[in-house]
């Protein structure tokens, strides 16, 4: 067996750390925090991202056994900010769950199949090279966004709210809003993250692209701001909050045409390897998955060389298709009027609209909405 070491604790270096150690290998698992750790993020966990988990040996089950903080995720609101919206429901359930609480869930999965862990921060690769070489057969770069090439922001907010203060309805659902002002492809969202008797925990962000961003000529925390006063919805639940946390920025590295995601013995994978969802913004389900097909392209090959090869052309396979028929749908939506125009679609079509939400929620394949 082989000695690996992989560089990020997060989703994908969890995976990549529980399936490695699983198979038998000497697995390091490094992370420049100590666990159990925050991660600013949407805290979603989508549908897509419920089937990965179940790669992980972990269930729907295991979450609420499990997970201190979590709310069941059983439909969407796709809106238009004080116009036009769809609620869908959906008979499969996903989450949203603080990262703080999520992430040491995979991080212990990980240590318990094996993982030797280490608290290290390896911010440049090529400055720990010959260690890293020498050391190891195999590294596996899942240091996340920094690693990759981050071509969208996001912001969020937790809000506390009394929750007979909150809409009942809500409670179990995820509300996306498009906003002019974020550009064609931003929004906004508020989630439920955690439920108790008396209280709500919301994530109220916002998430924009990079190069619609630019053309703003402003900050994102002055466009959360905006966002906050202008959208109804957060209008309204601003007034009735008992507490709240300091909002917090992060970058998002989504999908990227020609990606390769292999140098040698250095393997990318999840957000190092921009496996983000280019439309939606959510990279858990890739993240994991890349931990997962990392892991088979090391098992079936007898070389480093033939290794990085094949996890190239499972990359390929099995991530690079679908995250190509994102971004040729992103390329398509150049008018604001076409968010409207999709949910007013919505609305009056509900084959459509079922469609539309499960492909949101990461059940069905972008590429199954092209001609």
């Not at 659902?173 to 508020?190: C, R």
């Amino acid at each position: 067996m082989s000695k690996i070491v992989v560089l990020g604790a997060g989703p994908a270096g969890c995976s990549a750390g529980y399936h490695l150690a699983k198979s038998g290998h000497q697995v390091m698992l490094i992370d420049k925090d100590c666990f159990p750790r925050d991660k600013t993020c949407g805290d979603g966990v989508s549908l897509g991202s419920v089937q990965a988990l179940s790669t992980m040996g972990i269930y729907p089950q295991d979450i609420k056994r499990l997970a201190s903080e979590y709310a069941q995720i059983d439909g969407f609101l796709l809106g238009v900010s004080n116009d036009i919206s769809h609620l869908c429901p959906t008979e499969l359930k996903g989450y949203c769950i603080p990262r703080f609480v999520f992430d040491n869930l995979l991080y212990e999965k990980a240590i318990n199949a094996g993982c030797v862990q280490r608290t290290q921060r390896i911010t440049d690769i090529q400055r720990y090279h010959q260690e890293l070489h020498s050391d190891f057969d195999y590294i596996i770069d899942a240091r996340g966004v920094y690693a990759g090439e981050a071509n969208a922001i996001a912001i969020r907010a937790y809000w506390n709210i009394k929750v007979t203060d909150f809409p009942k309805t809500y409670l179990s659902k995820a509300q996306i809003y498009f906003d002019k002002t974020l550009g064609v492809n931003g929004y906004g969202w508020i989630f439920p993250v955690a439920v108790d008797s008396e209280l709500v925990k919301l994530n109220v962000g916002v998430g924009v692209w990079i190069d619609e961003y630019q053309n703003n000529n402003t900050n994102i925390i002055r466009l959360f701001n905006e966002f906050v006063q202008r959208n109804q919805a957060t209008k309204e639940l601003l007034s009735l909050v008992v507490s709240q946390q300091k909002p917090k920025a992060y970058p998002l590295a989504t999908a990227k045409r020609a990606n390769t995601v292999s140098d040698g013995k250095i393997f990318k994978i999840g957000d190092a390897a921009n496996l983000t969802d280019p439309l939606t913004g959510e990279g858990i389900a890739n993240a994991i998955l890349s931990g997962l097909y990392v892991t088979q392209a090391i098992n079936m090959s007898t070389s480093p060389e033939l290794a990085s090869e094949n996890w190239q052309r499972l990359y390929q396979l099995y991530f690079e298709p679908d995250l190509d028929a994102g971004l040729q749908i992103k390329s398509f939506r150049k008018f604001s009027f076409i968010n409207k125009l999709l949910i007013w679609l919505m609305n009056r079509n509900k084959p459509l609209a079922e469609q539309v939400t499960y492909t949101f929620a990461g059940l069905i394949p972008y590429k199954r909405l092209l001609p």
